[in-house]
């Protein structure tokens, strides 16, 4: 199983998000299973999840084809501690299949404030519930922003302790990560119902491969 921590939430704070784009050698063999980011934000009166998995990291190769990569054979659980105790108090899951044309779509369950256990939709669309909730799942260019050359280069321009030196060479016009694709799976959830009254909550993503 694979599992990432995503983000501690006060609703009196800026967003926070998790990041990992580096892997150990099983986790990168399976790019479907493979979370990169946890993305939790408020807008109004919901609360707006993005998880993006299979990104490519070299010498991963890269996703660049129409849709991004869905395997039935995986569950992704995003889950919500409420009372800060590290046990998640509500779980949300998401699976990919296909119809008899071979059309994927995604299935989600447990959506706080969705009125409906199961909400379903098509691929690389956004989909709205009756309820008005929204969600989506498909290939987007990897939100994440790094510059990857410019931290290096900080690193490199240290010396040893014996006189402060260095300088920070990062700059907001280079970003390592644009144009390298992922999967992304996004959804809306009811704020009073996903929060049920706490002022903070944690915020994590799972996936675990399941038997075909």
Same mark, same amino acid.
């Given at each position: ?83 800060? +105790? @590290? ?6 899951? /998401?699976? $990919? *299949?296909? %119809? &008899?044309?071979?059309?994927?779509? #995604? ?39 790094? +510059? @990857? ?6 690193? /490199?321009? $240290? *010396?040893? %302790? &014996?006189?402060?030196?260095?300088? #920070? ?44």
């Amino acid at each position: 199983m694979n599992a990432r921590l995503g983000v501690i939430l006060a609703f009196a704070a800026l967003p926070a998000l998790a990041a990992d784009h580096v892997e150990a050698p099983t986790a990168t063999a399976d790019p479907a299973a493979d979370i990169a980011d946890v993305f939790l934000f408020r807008s109004a009166d919901k609360l707006v999840a993005a998880v993006t998995f299979s990104g490519a990291p070299a010498p991963r190769t890269r996703v660049d084809g129409a849709t991004g990569r869905f395997d039935r054979n995986l569950l992704y659980s995003f889950h919500i501690d409420r009372d800060r +105790d @590290a046990l998640a108090d509500h779980s949300i899951h /998401a699976r $990919f *299949g296909q %119809d &008899s044309t071979g059309a994927w779509g #995604v299935e989600l369950e447990n959506v706080p404030g969705a009125g409906a256990r199961y909400l379903f939709g098509p691929v690389e669309q956004v989909v709205t519930a009756p309820n008005g909730l929204r969600f989506y799942a498909g290939l987007r260019d990897d939100p994440f922003f790094f +510059d @990857a050359q410019g931290f290096n280069a900080t690193l /490199a321009s $240290f *010396g040893d %302790d &014996s006189a402060p030196d260095g300088q #920070v060479l990062i700059t907001n016009t280079r970003d390592s990560f644009a144009n390298r694709n992922v999967t992304v799976i996004v959804f809306e959830m009811d704020l009073a119902a996903a929060t049920a009254g706490s002022p903070e909550i944690y915020f994590w993503g799972t996936s675990a491969r399941i038997a075909p």
